[in-house]
Nanobody
Framework: QVQLVESGGGFVQAGGSLRLSCAASGSISSINVMGWYRQAPGKQRELVADISRGGVTNYADSVKGRFTISRDNAKNTVYLQMNSLKPEDTAVYYC????????????WGQGTQVTVSS
């Protein structure tokens, strides 16, 4: 079994910064794409950013230039540095990982709340 454990959410004023972390553990041969999604109240879950094992990144237009995704393959960990936060960034942020152990399976973290006040 695999666990994704997120940390780093919280409350911040507009213009502030937060750094999210997500560590994968358990039965893992390799981790392919890792990513961050978010879901605001009354809205669908949406992709924020993802990163391939080789470091190729992809961002939602709404966060380009403000958020940076990175990963440490040795630690099976993905990070999301969030700068210049806006109230519309308020959501539950979920970590996602495409993991291979005999077969490929997508796993989700439990979610961490990010609240940005105006």
């Amino acid at each position: 079994q695999v666990q994704l454990v997120e940390s780093g959410g919280g409350f911040v004023q507009a213009g502030g910064s937060l750094r999210l972390s997500c560590a994968a553990s358990g039965s893992i041969s390799s981790i392919n794409v890792m990513g961050w999604y978010r879901q605001a109240p009354g809205k669908q879950r949406e992709l924020v950013a993802d990163i391939s094992r080789g470091g190729v990144t992809n961002y939602a237009d709404s966060v380009k230039g403000r958020f940076t995704i990175s990963r440490d393959n040795a630690k099976n960990t993905v990070y999301l540095q969030m700068n210049s936060l806006k109230p519309e960034d308020t959501a539950v942020y979920y970590c996602n990982a495409d993991i291979t152990y005999y077969r490929r399976t997508v796993y989700w973290g439990q979610g961490t709340q990010v609240t940005v006040s105006s």
